[in-house]
């Protein structure tokens, strides 16, 4: 089946350490995107990727990294600068291909907290 | 800064009535529309989407569009129990890069 698999489903983070969260999708979409949610918020964008081995900061980029080395995968590192790391962590992908802006779709996501 | 406004509510309505949920954005050059449906807990699912002037019609939804007046609206009928959910409006500019969400709007459809 063609989705966007997010893993893991719940995470645990410790002061001080960097986690990682994978994002996966077979959809052959170029685009993909990591989104921050907190309770009772909207969706607020942290990085976003059109290509290959480019990505830009989104709004609330300060204490988080991503890498795209595949078309596939955008993993996004939770460092120890952000203070305040827990929420609801989307990755969404979608195609650019066609004259219209095709939708985002989304991934189950991941809800990471602090020990 | 490109706003997107959606009345957090919550909106209730009774079984098998008509939900109207709106949007509305500050950005003139919006081109593309979106209405996300979000349960509790999980995470959002594409219900519609609309790039033109007027109605789109797709089962119980309909997606309405008025560029001029800069506002996009959802209109559920004959609403279930099961439709309950934040409701979320996201518009793209230009390429499409981005996204802009608004905060959702809460439905609650009482049996």
């Known amino acids: 089946d063609g989705g966007i698999t997010q893993s893991p489903k719940y995470l645990f983070r410790k002061e001080g350490q960097n986690v990682t969260l994978s994002c996966e999708q077979n959809?052959?979409?170029?685009?993909m995107y990591w989104y921050r949610q907190d309770p009772g918020q909207g969706l607020r964008l942290i990085y976003y990727?059109?290509?290959?081995?480019?990505?830009q900061k989104g709004d609330i980029a300060e204490g988080y990294s991503v890498s795209r080395e595949k078309k596939e995968s955008f993993p996004l590192t939770v460092t120890s600068a952000q203070k305040n790391p827990t929420a609801f962590y989307l990755c969404?992908?979608?195609?650019?291909?066609?004259?219209?802006?095709?939708?985002?779709?989304f991934g189950d996501g991941t809800r990471l907290s602090i020990l | 800064q490109k706003e997107v406004e959606q009345n957090s509510g919550p909106l209730s309505v009774p079984e098998g009535a008509i939900a109207s949920l709106n949007c509305t954005y500050s950005?003139?050059?919006?081109?593309?529309f979106f209405w996300y449906r979000q349960y509790s807990g999980k995470s959002p699912e594409l219900i519609m989407f609309?790039?033109?002037?007027g109605d789109k019609e797709d089962g119980r939804f309909t997606a309405q569009l008025n560029k001029a007046s800069q506002y996009v609206s959802l209109l559920i009928r004959d609403s279930q129990p099961s439709d309950s959910a934040t409701y979320l409006c996201?518009?793209?500019?230009?390429?499409?890069?981005?996204?802009?969400f608004g905060t959702g709007t809460s439905l609650t459809v009482i049996p």
């Open positions: 969404a992908s979608r195609s650019t291909q066609g004259l219209r802006n095709q939708p985002q779709h």
């Open positions: 959809l052959n979409h170029d685009a």
């Open positions: 990727s059109q290509i290959v081995n480019d990505f």
């Open positions: 950005d003139r050059g919006s081109q593309s």
């Open positions: 609309i790039y033109s002037n």
């Open positions: 996201a518009v793209t500019v230009n390429t499409g890069n981005q996204f802009y």
